[in-house]
C-alpha cells in the first residue's frame, strides 16, 4: 500500500527515474503533444475527457510526490497573465515562477532535460505548466541528497 496520493503506476515510475533538475511539462488539452515535447519522452496521458483531469488537480498530486524548485507558464504571445496561474502559485507558493511567451514555451519543452509528459483534459486557456524537479532535504537535517 502506498502513503502518496499519486498511485497511477507508470507516473510513478516515471518520476522515480527522474532526478534533480529533470523537468515535467503537465499539458492542457489543446497541447500539441508530439511536435512540441521530446521524441523520447515519457508520455502519461491522463486526458480521459473534456475537463478530466486539470493540470491543477495533477499538479496538486505531483506536489505531494516530488520536490518542485521552479515553475515555468505558457502566456499568450501578448503576455498576459492568465487565472489559472493563481491556482499554480497558490500551490507553489515558495516557487519561482518564469512567464514564457506560447512560441517559445513549445521550445523550452521540447529540451532534453523534460523527463516526462503528463497530458490532461485541461480546457482552461494556456494551462500548460512545466515544473522542475527540486532535491530532497535529509530527513535528519544533514544537508541534501
Not at 533538475?21 to 491522463?46: N, Q
Not at 499554480?88 to 512567464?99: E, H, I, T, W
Request: net charge negative.
Amino acid at each position: 500500500m502506498l502513503l502518496t496520493k499519486c498511485i497511477h503506476p507508470q507516473l510513478l515510475g516515471a518520476l522515480g527515474k527522474l532526478g534533480h533538475g529533470s523537468w515535467i511539462l503537465i499539458s492542457d488539452g489543446g497541447y500539441p503533444h508530439l511536435t512540441a515535447s521530446p521524441r523520447d519522452v515519457e508520455k502519461v496521458y491522463l486526458n480521459v475527457a473534456q475537463g478530466l483531469l486539470t493540470v491543477t488537480q495533477v499538479l496538486e498530486v505531483l506536489k505531494a510526490t516530488v520536490p518542485i524548485e521552479e515553475a515555468s507558464v505558457m502566456t499568450p504571445p501578448d503576455g498576459a497573465m492568465q487565472p489559472v496561474f493563481e491556482d499554480y502559485k497558490r500551490l507553489l507558493p515558495d516557487v519561482k515562477f518564469n512567464y514564457i511567451t506560447q512560441y517559445d514555451f513549445y521550445e523550452t519543452a521540447k529540451a532534453d532535460n523534460v523527463g516526462l509528459l503528463v497530458a490532461t483534459g485541461d480546457m482552461r486557456n494556456f494551462a500548460n505548466l512545466l515544473i522542475k524537479v527540486g532535491f530532497l532535504r535529509h530527513p535528519e537535517g544533514k544537508g541534501t541528497y
